[in-house]
């Protein structure tokens, strides 16, 4: 048994990949003998975190895990006394390893996430005052609450905003009080969140040893998996095979549930500096659980409708491994195409990811519909050096992901007869980045043909494509006035199909003045036949509807009003 710190935790590191008969004691012996040293270093303390973490989603057997729970349980106690010896803290503030237990966090979250925040962990949450200076901002905004705080922001220097703010909020804590008072503006929800992200106010939070922590946001599953061999590698993964397999069960949970994982997804991307649309603004009613084996548990669910984008459908989903959450996941679509965006946590990249991500995949098929799946650029590593870095591109490839780019997809086969030439070969860093310039594609090959055209299709169709001709129309034929063509193309579309908006609510007519920019565009709508044109108000309609996957069916098998998608969204 090593006995320097280094050795130890170098040893355990290498417990992540040790399994079969002895390996569980082994790691116990080396957890025993860490357990009792005092750490000095924070990047020793880190490093044995997150191994701790690796190990708790993939352990080696009950008694592993049950040693991993009390030393994470304990973990604030060993920041704190790094903190008592006068130790620089910053380095607990990485992007890839902030939210561990004892440590301190800080950020501006947008109005959502905050209000989440402040009613999650009253206590322990803060305006950061001494790193806020936006007197503008303030000035534009706390008149709206503050009486006669005008007579002093608009003609005065050096306003004492907190004596102004301390007055009007009493006993109540300010970041909760101006919360209530965003919260009863006469505004929509969309409005009430962009007036209060302009403000940008930092928050600062204490983790101590709450639950929310990294150290401590795992639960208990129903069962646990333990690994007795060797995880599963990419070259082990056929995503043909797993997505040819029946279809997962995807269970509805209750809302008291799906308010639960919501809470839970949000705790998970607040201690890691992250906030994604579907994470921080998910409908608790849309909440579905898909157990997968291996002690895979997955959460999708899709977006409220006074929150949904003016065309694509959407996805967000998380997955607990054992009980601890180590990805998110992020799906946007339209008819039988969706951009998939797979984020695996820094701590767990070395734990099957390429089959964890096939069942994603088989998830999102399920969920959707859909038969074309995209990966961004950005996750293959178009302005993201990490992805560079680890071959990103590589992994889609082998997957079976091919190039949405001819040019970019010849080049990738001559990188391929390179790494079959010489298997030491390794694409330079420049070619990656080339490589990540367009989208990877992968097309199943049960698709209904009812649905599917030939392959490729989709390859340089963007919702971007449609905004930018919109707004090239409302620049030649409007001015410029985005109020003008909104009206005008709801006024045109809505007489071409034969619709009465009076008779439509407020998401309703939102969605249909979002669609009709873009049906606007069709010269021969007015043509469509009665049932095309019933087809088309119905598709638009369900987009404000109870259920976002039932809006991208619907799209789905409108054959003529995706031909008109793909070629207005397409580039030419």
């Known amino acids: ?298 959460y999708f669910w899709n977006l409220p409708a006074d929150r949904r984008l003016p065309l694509r459908a959407y996805v967000a989903g998380f997955t607990l491994k054992n009980g601890v959450p180590i990805n998110y996941i992020e799906a946007i679509g339209l008819c039988e195409w969706i951009e998939v965006g797979f984020n695996t946590f820094y701590t767990y990249r070395q734990g099957e990811t390429a089959w964890i991500y096939a069942q994603a995949l088989r998830c999102l098929c399920a969920f959707t519909g859909a038969t074309t799946i995209s990966v961004y650029p950005y996750q293959i590593g178009q302005n993201n050096d990490e992805a560079l870095d680890s071959g990103a591109f590589w992994f889609y490839r082998k997957l079976g992901f091919r190039s949405g780019s001819s040019d970019l997809e010849q080049l990738a086969r001559r990188e391929e007869q390179k790494i079959a030439a010489n298997p030491q070969y390794r694409t330079p860093k420049k070619t990656l980045r080339r490589l990540a310039e367009a989208h990877m594609f992968y097309e199943l090959g049960r698709a209904d043909p009812a649905s599917v055209s030939a392959q490729g299709v989709w390859d340089t169709f963007s919702t971007r494509n449609l905004g930018l001709r919109v707004n090239r129309r409302m620049a030649r034929e409007f001015g410029g006035d985005s109020e003008d063509i909104r009206r005008a193309s709801t006024i045109d579309v809505s007489r071409a199909l034969g619709i009465n908006l009076s008779r439509r609510n407020f998401a309703e007519r939102e969605a249909f003045e979002n669609w009709s920019l873009v049906l606007a565009l069709i010269p021969d709508l007015s043509h469509w036949t009665p049932q095309e044109k019933k087809w088309a108000a119905e598709v638009i309609r369900s987009q404000a509807g109870p259920n976002e996957m039932h809006y991208l069916r619907l799209a789905r098998h409108h054959l003529r009003l995706r031909k008109e998608l793909l070629r207005l969204g397409s580039k030419q």
């Open 1 to 298: 048994m090593p006995s320097t710190l280094d050795a130890l935790l170098t040893s355990l590191e290498a417990a992540k990949g040790r399994f079969g008969r002895g390996a569980s004691a082994h790691t116990q012996a080396i957890l025993e003998q860490l357990s009792r040293h005092q750490f000095r270093d924070p990047k020793s303390l880190i490093r044995f975190h997150e191994s701790l973490l690796f190990l708790r989603a993939f352990p080696q057997s009950r008694s592993v895990v049950a040693k991993i729970e009390r030393l994470l349980d304990t973990f604030h106690k060993r920041i704190e006394k790094l903190r008592e010896l006068g130790t620089d803290m910053s380095v607990f503030d990485d992007f890839d390893t902030s939210g561990i237990a004892g440590t301190t966090m800080q950020d501006a979250l947008n109005f959502d996430a905050a209000r989440w925040l402040a009613r999650r962990i009253p206590r322990n949450v803060e305006i950061a005052w001494d790193d806020y200076e936006e007197e503008r901002a303030m000035g534009s905004t706390w008149p709206r609450f503050i009486p006669l705080l005008s007579e002093d922001a608009d003609v005065e220097a050096n306003i004492p905003w907190r004596s102004w703010l301390d007055s009007a909020r009493g006993r109540e804590r300010d970041l909760e009080w101006l919360i209530r008072r965003f919260e009863q503006l006469p505004v929509s929800n969309r409005q009430r969140a962009e007036l209060y992200d302009s403000l940008r106010i930092p928050l600062r939070w204490r983790l101590e040893n709450l639950k929310i922590s990294r150290s401590r946001n795992w639960t208990q599953p129903r069962q646990f998996y333990y690994h007795g061999a060797p995880l599963l590698v990419r070259s082990q993964v056929s995503l043909t095979r797993e997505l040819a397999q029946a279809a997962p069960r995807l269970a509805r949970v209750s809302r008291r549930e799906g308010q639960s994982v919501m809470d839970k997804i949000r705790a998970v991307m607040a201690v890691r500096y992250r906030e994604l649309y579907g994470t921080t603004l998910g409908d608790p009613n849309s909440v579905v659980r898909a157990r997968l084996g291996r002690g895979v548990v997955m």
